[in-house]
């Protein structure tokens, strides 16, 4: 089974940077697109950022210019790097991938989610 393992989360002052990281593991062909999700209390979840294996990436608005996203294709890890804070960032954040396994001599490929890590921005 596929695991994918974030880090990073935590408490910083508005103005500060953080960066996530997130690692998958287990039986993996390929990983394709890569992304970052928000979820606040009370929201939908939405995307903030994401990036394909060929490295084209796509930022929501409220995050262009502050917010990098990077892979590392050999460790199957996606970061995200969060600078310029501000408390509307608070949220938990979950990363997010497409991996391809082989079961036997068939591919399957489908979605698979972190557990979650807290970012909370002070004022």
């Known amino acids: 089974q596929v695991q994918l393992v974030e880090s990073g989360g935590g408490l910083v002052q508005a103005g500060g940077s953080l960066r996530l990281s997130c690692a998958a593991s287990?039986?993996?062909?390929?990983?394709?697109?890569m992304g970052w999700y928000l979820q606040a209390p009370g929201k939908q979840r939405e995307l903030v950022a994401e990036?394909?294996?060929?490295?084209?990436?796509n930022y929501a608005d409220s995050v262009k210019g502050r917010f990098t996203i990077s892979r590392d294709n050999a460790k199957n890890t996606v970061y995200l790097q969060m600078n310029s804070l501000n408390p509307e960032d608070t949220a938990v954040y979950y990363c997010?991938?497409?991996?391809?396994?082989?079961?036997?001599?068939?591919?399957?490929?489908?979605?698979?989610w972190g557990q979650g890590t807290q970012v909370t921005v002070s004022s």
């Open positions: 997010n991938a497409n991996i391809t396994r082989y079961i036997g001599p068939d591919s399957f490929t489908r979605s698979y």
């Open positions: 287990g039986s993996i062909f390929s990983v394709k697109t």
């Open positions: 990036i394909t294996s060929g490295g084209s990436t």
